[in-house]
Each structure stands twice: as structure tokens, then as C-alpha cells.
């Protein structure tokens, strides 16, 4: 949550300091030989940096952005736009989700009016593999709680003693007639269905707390078993031993400079091969994105130290309040596969050369002069099949085009053995014209991509204007 602190000390509440909400998932710890690690985070205001985007790192301190940058999932739900996301992994590592703000800033909703009356869900997609995620749902957690005016920067860890998730974020509500940001929690093991919410975490008086996030620490290192970080003013830290039980206060970061007035969003890492964590922190008031802080101990404050300069980068994109995974050797291998960087491209038609493939509300067409991302694909190595290809929307990734019937629209992929099938295509010399290109359906080998009437069609080709609709050039 950019510049809460600023924009609503004005407006609001001048004595409740809002800070964005995050937590941290229990890092399922790798073992030393795996290779890096995963972050999820959006990065920026707008309806496109509030979505997901995934980036990479092989030693946690110089990251790489995925899929060329783009958006890694796009929320179709609530307010359309997501924040602040927490990535949970089960512990048999069988299922991950993603849970999220379910918010988008400047996209018909202001700061004030997501703050006073926004939404009481969160946004949360489910995987099996990182790979291919659900369609995304709304999980109302909010609602039930008095006066309770949205539901900001969730974050879920696993509890073994009860062998479900925490699940907590921040709610503005009015409680002993003050009203601020509290963290409050729910139990659930499948993120469709909640425990009646509890208050979590309180400040005294008119305090207000949103980021928080926990890390677990191995037995042998520091005093406690669970170290968490929250915005409430500082980025103060404290340790227990039960997620639920009593937290003691351990200090905050303001002896090595930084404060909330300039920080947000904590989200730890533990380094895989050595007992080192960072603490990396949203530079909000400088515009910035994340930053590391080194530790040795996680509940020793004096620990705790600035990254020299020049020892990290944070690649191209701006990285904001989200949570990073230590992938497996299988999940890492899997994750550089599926969001490879692949260009994106525009399909052209070879006899309407001012004409494109476009999606338009799912439906396919050819249209003029598109240039937005309506008409943009990346050529994906082919869902079924060696040596084809299939088309995936840059502006809503994990749809793809897919035929049915004899139709065209833009499709989720739900992963199922039919639809990498209708997603499939082998790339040909053109009809029409051999320097060009057709693309012939996998499944159904005696049909190609065409044009009819400016929709997209998939037909077989038997006379020359069919050979021309059917041929089409990738361009940049």
C-alpha cells in the first residue's frame, strides 16, 4: 500500500499511521543444493502494476523479472487489480495459492474510498504445480467483523499443532470507539472457507498496524521460534514461540536509519545454504521498491545491517510488498520453463495487412491498427506436442487462443489434456504465400487458422481466398 501514510494522515485520521499489510508465509525451508528462489509482488499504481508479476533469484539478493517483465496473473474479479500478495506452499508441497489485496488505486477507487469502504475480500488463485493457476476467487474475510471496512495485505502460515493455515491481514474498523487498522486472523486449510475472524495484533491507542509478516527460525538460532516484522510507525520486530501465543517485544530498525516514515511492506528470506536472512523492505517514500536488509539473527536487533552498495539488484521492474518462496530443484526447473521470457508478438493478416488478431471481451477477430495488448501474443513452445505452438495474451496471461468448434475466442488455460489440444497449433509455410506463415490445429490436422468476415475461424482451406485468409506473418 504506496504512500498510505501521507495520503490519509491528511484525510483521515491524523493520529492512525497506515502502512500496507503483509505477511509472510512459513518458508518451507530447501535444502542446500536447491537452486533459488521465487518472489510474487505487483509493481505499481495503475490497472497493470496492480496485478502479479513473478521474479527470480539464484543467490536471494539479484533478481531477474519473469516473463520478460509481464504480468504472471491478472485478477478478473472484485476491483480487478490485486496488491500485496503472499505465496503459500502446503507442506507436502502438493498445492500453493496465491492470496492478495483485492484493490486497484486510480482504477475507479481512491485511497479514500478503499480505506472507508473498500473491499472486505481477498483475491486468491490456487496451483499445483506454479505453473498452471485456477481461475481467481473472492474470499470474503472481512465481512464478518464489525465495522469492518476492508481487508488489506493477507498473509497465511502453516500451524502444525492444528494442522490448518493462520490466515491474517489488516482490517480499518472501530473497536472501543477508536477507529485504525488492526491485523486480524482466521483458521482455514483450503483459503474457500474461514474460521469467524479474531483481533491479532492491537496497538495502543489511536496506533494503526498493517504490514506484518512472520518468518520461522530454526531451533539454535535466536530465542524464539517465530519472528515477525510490522509497519506501525517503525518496522518493529517481535518473537514468540506459538504463532497465537504471546509476542515480546524485540526493538525495531530505527538505530540503522529506517522508520515507517520510509519503509513498508516487510517480506523476510531465509538464505538456503547458511544461517542469513534479509529483511526486504518497500522504499515507499522514495518511490523505490524493495531493498535488503541483512541478519544473522532475526531476533537480534544488532544483527541487523544496510546492504552495501552494489551487492543486490532488483532487475528491471519495480519490486512491491509481496513474498518469496525457496523453490526446489523440480519447481525451480519448472518455473524458468514456464515464464521464460519469450517476446511478444502481433499476428498479421497477409490479406488485410492493416488488419490483426485481436482478443475483444475473450472474443477473436482481425481488426485495424491495433497496437495495445489486445493484439499481443507470446508464442509459447506448444501445450500439446513437440515442434508447435500456442498463443498466450500478453494483457491476460494464462489464456490462450483456443478453438472451438469452428470458433475462436481467448480462453483460460485449466489445464486439461483437451484444452492444450485446442490450444495447440503447428506453424507452416504460409498458404498464400511461403515467406509468411499458417497454423494448422493440432487435433485437427486438416483445419488452419483463417479469417472469415474479420472473425477468427478454424476451417479447412480449399479455395485461394481461404489459402490467403489463412496466412498470416508474427511481427513485432
Known amino acids: 500500500m504506496p504512500a498510505v501514510l501521507s495520503r490519509l494522515a491528511a484525510i483521515f485520521v491524523a493520529a492512525c499511521l497506515l502502512f500496507t499489510a503483509q505477511v509472510v508465509t512459513t518458508p518451507q525451508r530447501a535444502a542446500a543444493a536447491d537452486p533459488g528462489y521465487l518472489m510474487t509482488h505487483f509493481i505499481g499504481e495503475g490497472s497493470t502494476g496492480q496485478q502479479m508479476y513473478f521474479s527470480y533469484s539464484a543467490d536471494g539478493l539479484n533478481w531477474t523479472d519473469l516473463n520478460g517483465g509481464g504480468m504472471t496473473l491478472r485478477s478478473t474479479v472484485g476491483t480487478r487489480g ?17 492470496i492478495a489485496t483485492d484493490l486497484c488505486i486510480g482504477c475507479g477507487q481512491s485511497w479514500g474510498d ?13 496451483s499445483r504445480d506454479l505453473v498452471t493457476w485456477s481461475q481467481p476467487w473472492l474470499l470474503n474475510v472481512a465481512g464478518a467483523i ?26 480499518n474498523a472501530t473497536l472501543n470507539g477508536v477507529l485504525k487498522h488492526r491485523i486480524y486472523y482466521a483458521r482455514t486449510s483450503d483459503f474457500h472457507s474461514i474460521t469467524t475472524p479474531q483481533l491479532y495484533i492491537d496497538r495502543p491507542g489511536t496506533q494503526g498496524i498493517i504490514d506484518t509478516q512472520i518468518v520461522e527460525v530454526p531451533s539454535g538460532v535466536g530465542n524464539y521460534r517465530y519472528v515477525r516484522a510490522s509497519g506501525d510507525g517503525q518496522i518493529t520486530l517481535e518473537g514468540s514461540n506459538s504463532i497465537l501465543g504471546t509476542w515480546t517485544n524485540i526493538g525495531n530498525l530505527s538505530g540503522i536509519g529506517l522508520t515507517g516514515s520510509q519503509v513498508e511492506g516487510p517480506m523476510w528470506m531465509k538464505f538456503r545454504d547458511r544461517n542469513e536472512w534479509t529483511l526486504y523492505l518497500d522504499q515507499y517514500a522514495a518511490g523505490k521498491g524493495y531493498m535488503p536488509v541483512a541478519a544473522t539473527n532475526p531476533s537480534a536487533i544488532g544483527t541487523y545491517h544496510l546492504p552495501t552498495s552494489g551487492t543486490y539488484s532488483m532487475g528491471g521492474t519495480k519490486k512491491r510488498h509481496g513474498s518469496i518462496l525457496n523453490l526446489t530443484a523440480a519447481e525451480d526447473a519448472r518455473i524458468q520453463a ?68 469452428s470458433d475462436f475466442q481467448l480462453v483460460h488455460n485449466d489445464g486439461t489434456t483437451q484444452f492444450a489440444e ?25 483445419r488452419y487458422i483463417r479469417h472469415y468476415a474479420f472473425q477468427l475461424k478454424l476451417e479447412t482451406i480449399t479455395t485461394a481466398t481461404g489459402r490467403s485468409d489463412a496466412t498470416f506473418r508474427l511481427t513485432s
Request: no cysteine; proline share 7%; hydrophobic share 35%.
Open 338 to 405: 514456464r515464464w521464460a521470457n519469450v517476446p511478444a508478438k502481433r499476428l498479421q493478416s497477409f490479406n488485410f495487412q492493416d488488419r490483426y488478431v485481436r482478443h475483444s471481451n475473450f472474443d477473436v477477430r482481425i481488426d485495424q491498427n491495433v497496437t495495445n495488448d489486445d493484439a499481443r501474443f507470446r508464442p509459447r513452445p506448444g501445450l500439446a506436442g513437440s515442434g508447435t505452438v500456442s498463443f498466450e495474451s500478453v494483457n491476460f496471461p494464462g489464456y490462450y487462443l483456443r478453438s472451438d468448434g
Open 146 to 171: 464489525p465495522d469492518g471496512r476492508n481487508a488489506w495485505a493477507p498473509e497465511a502460515i502453516w500451524d502444525p499443532a492444528t494442522n490448518d493455515y493462520v490466515m491474517y491481514w489488516a482490517t
Open 114 to 126: 478503499s480505506t472507508s469502504n473498500g473491499s472486505r475480500n481477498l483475491v486468491v488463485w490456487e
Open 82 to 98: 490485486v496488491r500485496d500478495p503472499a505465496l503459500v506452499r502446503s507442506p507436502d508441497g502438493s498445492k500453493y495459492w496465491i
Open 422 to 446: 485446442d490450444a495447440t497449433f503447428r506453424q507452416v509455410a504460409g498458404l498464400a504465400d511461403s515467406t509468411w506463415s499458417s497454423f494448422q490445429s493440432y487435433n485437427h490436422p486438416d
